[in-house]
């Protein structure tokens, strides 16, 4: 068995709703179809693929998501990335996120890689979780 490719990133949030609006509405994703999990979420898709499945914490009531990972969520652990330092995509077209990061109001930070064709967009998501946007050959 040999790993071939990353599948996805699931992110927990405790806004749903933010979180959803960022990575559709800002970085271009479409929501797609999930299966009938006993907690509330969404699926996030590049063309047919999922990349991010959102999981919604609820503090208040967390049973259906705590039965189904088989333990309890700790809502003060859920900002910010712990361990993971960011989630990178390869990405097209850098003027028209920065047109969209503008309208929404969604601060940003870019920076060229030395020796190398590559330019960058870093963005943090309503999780405090940092996305980064390699655009090679700009």
């Known amino acids: 068995m040999a790993i071939q490719t990353l599948d996805h990133c699931s992110i927990r949030t405790l806004d749903l ?7 559709v509405d800002v970085l271009g994703m479409k929501e797609g179809d999930r299966p009938d999990f006993p907690f509330p979420g969404a699926w996030l898709y590049l063309e ?4 991010i499945h959102l999981i919604g914490v609820d503090p208040g009531d967390s049973g259906g998501l705590a039965e189904y990972m088989g333990r309890d969520i700790d809502p ?12 990178a995509f390869c990405a097209t077209d850098a003027p ?30 309503p999780n405090g979780i940092t996305i980064e946007l390699n655009y090679f050959g700009s």
């Open 48 to 51: 047919d693929r999922t990349v």
């Open 76 to 87: 003060d652990t859920l900002l910010g990335g712990g361990s993971l330092d960011h989630i």
């Open 17 to 23: 709703k933010a979180s959803r609006t960022f990575y």
């Open 96 to 125: 028209d996120l920065i047109r969209r990061l503008k309208r929404n109001n969604v601060p940003f930070r870019e920076r060229q890689v030395p020796n190398m064709d590559l330019s960058q967009i870093f963005v943090e998501d």
